[in-house]
């Protein structure tokens, strides 16, 4: 909960543009949901979205983090609400609830900072779609928010935040917007995992509107598993991204106190990125990659949180393929595999390339592009890795 004093609903309470630390939680707070954020379009204003967005682990307490991110002007929310969605932008009737923050109704973020609201009061259950629905009284200058998310969300002229049904929802968008988090309160033992990735952890290839992302496949694996207290999972992939250098979102370097050390509740890192770093041409060897592989894993472990490290998978047929890249990518993967560094290591090279030729995806396992895996995929990965290896003594 915000520690900032209550302020009427006329004045918006401030959030400063300080870079978010990681959460000191009491109670104990867990990441639900989280995607990474990028500068989007212009901003505009009197607005309202509906962001759909699917829950990990279950708790009490409900809160969602506003980013404004990569704004150069302030942003202002004066209706903020979430509940339980139906279907399509209808919400369950009677679960629409107004947020605060720091007991105001409105809340004015400034350029580059981020705001975290008040707790709802009651459950939200694992595994269920939660609406969050906000107007955005003023703005202007790029908007934030997290580019392809593979989820229908909505928006419309005017505030409309408030509104269960879905008839003034007539704009749908593949976007969500300024969202980048949702958390409960759970018991001190509950935990979450962050994947840092590219477009293959963003879902690229996997169905719309049907949570079949790696990282989604492994939150329901962790739901049924009842040997392990690692049940939230936050999806910080974004398409295009690198380990290095910024271009399609920050840097994996760049980005990981504000997309991993700064979510609540966070056990481990897992570390699944460089393809788009090797295949970019742009010189990038294997003791670069390398060296950025070291640097997330001592800040990693520097705040206490694992880090487990995938494999690069195979990218022979994609038009950039040359020998090169894949002499790269080989050395990177033994890195990954024999170095020791990391906590844990899931093979996904290993899981889906083919028997018949190494540097391939499997073709009854590739989208169809020769680098982003589909459904079927997806789903390997995630049964891929062992469940035990997401926690460690750190």
Partial sequence: MSAQAPASAQTPAQASAAAPARARTSPHQVVTWGASVDRQGEAPRDRSYRMVVRTSAGGTGTRIRLSNAFGDRPVTFDSVHAGRRQEGARVVPGTNRALTFGGAGSVTVAPGASVVSDPLSGRLAAGSDLAVSFHVLSAGGPSTGHGMAMQTSYATAGDHAAEEGAESWTDRTSSWYYLDAVTVETGADTGAVVTLG???????????????RWPDYLARRLRATAGTQIKGVANEGISGNKVLADGAGQSALNRLDRDVLSQPGVRTVFLFEGINDIKAHTGVTAGDLIAGYREIIDRAHTAGICVVGATVLPFK????????????????NDFIRNSGELDAV?????ALRS??????????LDGGDHVHPNDKGMQVMADTVDIKTLSCDR
């Fill in 198 to 212: 590219d477009s293959i952890t963003d879902g690229w290839q996997s169905s719309t509107d049907t949570n079949r």
């Fill in 317 to 332: 047929g994609w038009y950039e393929f040359d020998p090169e890249g894949e002499a790269v990518r080989q050395d990177v």
């Fill in 346 to 350: 899931a093979d996904f090279d290993k």
């Fill in 355 to 364: 028997p018949y030729d190494r540097e391939r995806l499997l073709p009854a």
